[in-house]
Structures are given as structure tokens and as C-alpha cells.
Antibody, heavy 125, light 108 residues
Framework: EVQLVESGGGLVQPGGSLRLSCAASGFTFSSYAMSWVRQAPGKGLEWVSA????????YYADSVKGRFTISRDNSKNTLYLQMNSLRAEDTAVYYCAKQRVPYCSSTSCYQFDYWGQGTLVTVSS | EIVLTQSPGTLSLSPGERATLSCRAS???????LAWYQQKPGQAPRLLIY???SRATGIPDRFSGSGSGTDFTLTISRLEPEDFAVYYCQQYGSSPLTFGPGTKVDIK
């Protein structure tokens, strides 16, 4: 059974940093690109970042480029999101999401068949 | 960036009725790289449809997707009680990936 479990969310002051983790199980982690998708309270979904299965390619939304860094440790089956220079508008539930198609890092494969339960990040003073 | 617009914002229907949800793109979505997700309160999204018309694993056949270019539709043939939720479309034909604002299907 595929499981994605996020952790690391919490309350942080504007300008602060936080690192999210997503522990994956039930599939061959290194074969799949992964993404982070966020949802502000009461709002819709926003794709944040993606990383190829090998970790060699990364992609970011303009809203987080230069502030967030996605990475993965395939030996630990874990996805990360390092978030720096946090702003109030980064407040959201952050989901990690598994791409449906293996061995594909193209945007055209980025449909997400499994999602974690989400972790809440609140940026406030 | 491709902007997705969903209509209506809210759809009020009764169980057993047919639901038709629309997703319109600001420019053509290449190769029909359009997906639909269902989200219930407090839960993560669930993939329903990919490639505009292919049902994801385990999705009942009352859910169907159609469309191409800039106009796409999700149809729920007969609403079951568990189908009342918010539905999002997503394009993955070009970067950045974008989602529509959602259509809420609620009980009339």
C-alpha cells in the first residue's frame, strides 16, 4: 500500500525557515518524480515544486523560486522541502504527491495518484 | 502560464442527478494533458481522471471526462452521497502546472 507521510510543519515567523519531510513507502521511490502542492486555508491547490526520480532535475513555481529547495534521499525514501525567507502568503497545508507515471520527469507526466495527508505551515508573528 | 477557469463555482444537486462540471483553459492544453481531482473536507485530493478522459485506478465508471484544446468537462452520471465534494482540474501540458479554482458540488 502506497503511503506518504509529511512532517515538519508548524508556526514560524516571517523571514524564518522550515524543512518539510515526506516519508514514502509501498512503491519504488526512486522510480517516481515527486511534487509538493500547497493549499492556503479555504483556497485552491497550488503546485510548488517537483523533483525527478533521480533528484537530478528540479522545478519550482515562480512564487517560491529562490526561497524553497526541493530534494530527496532515495536511500531513505524521503522527500524534502527546505523553505527559507517565509512570508505570510506561504501559509498553507503542504502536500507531497506522487506522480502516476514512473521513469518520467517531463511535465507531461505530472498527474498525482497518491497524496500525503498534508502538514500545516503557518507564517505569522 | 495557462490559467484554468472552472464553472459553475457551486453546483447544487440531489443524489441520483447528473453533474456536469466545466474547465476552460486560457490557451490550448497540449495533448489533452488535463486531470480532475476530488477533494473532501479535511482530506487530500484524489485523482479521478487523467489525459482528459482516462479514469484513474479504482474510480467508478459514473465519472467520465471529455474535451480537448481549451474546453474540458467532468461528468458524474448519477451522484452518490459520497460524491459531494470539491472538484479541481489541473493541466500538466506546460510548466508551471496549474489548477483551476474548483467547483463545489453540494446537496440541494
Amino acid at each position: 500500500e502506497v503511503q506518504l507521510v509529511e512532517s515538519g510543519g508548524g508556526l514560524v515567523q516571517p523571514g524564518g525557515s522550515l524543512r518539510l519531510s515526506c516519508a514514502a513507502s509501498g512503491f519504488t521511490f526512486s522510480s517516481y518524480a515527486m511534487s509538493w502542492v500547497r493549499q492556503a486555508p479555504g483556497k485552491g491547490l497550488e503546485w510548488v515544486s517537483a523533483i525527478s526520480g533521480s533528484g537530478g532535475s528540479t522545478y519550482y513555481a515562480d512564487s517560491v523560486k529562490g526561497r524553497f529547495t526541493i530534494s530527496r534521499d532515495n536511500s531513505k525514501n524521503t522527500l524534502y522541502l527546505q523553505m527559507n525567507s517565509l512570508r505570510a502568503e506561504d501559509t498553507a497545508v503542504y502536500y507531497c504527491a506522487k506522480q502516476r507515471v514512473p521513469y518520467c520527469s517531463s511535465t507531461s507526466c505530472y498527474q498525482f495518484d497518491y497524496w500525503g495527508q498534508g502538514t500545516l505551515v503557518t507564517v505569522s508573528s | 502560464e495557462i490559467v484554468l477557469t472552472q464553472s459553475p463555482g457551486t453546483l447544487s444537486l440531489s443524489p441520483g442527478e447528473r453533474a456536469t462540471l466545466s474547465c476552460r483553459a486560457s490557451q490550448s492544453v497540449s495533448s489533452s494533458y488535463l486531470a480532475w481531482y476530488q477533494q473532501k473536507p479535511g482530506q487530500a485530493p484524489r485523482l479521478l481522471i487523467y489525459g482528459a478522459s482516462s479514469r484513474a485506478t479504482g474510480i467508478p465508471d459514473r465519472f467520465s471526462g471529455s474535451g480537448s484544446g481549451t474546453d474540458f468537462t467532468l461528468t458524474i452520471s448519477r451522484l452518490e452521497p459520497e460524491d459531494f465534494a470539491v472538484y479541481y482540474c489541473q493541466q500538466y501540458g506546460s510548466s508551471p502546472l496549474t489548477f483551476g479554482p474548483g467547483t463545489k458540488v453540494d446537496i440541494k
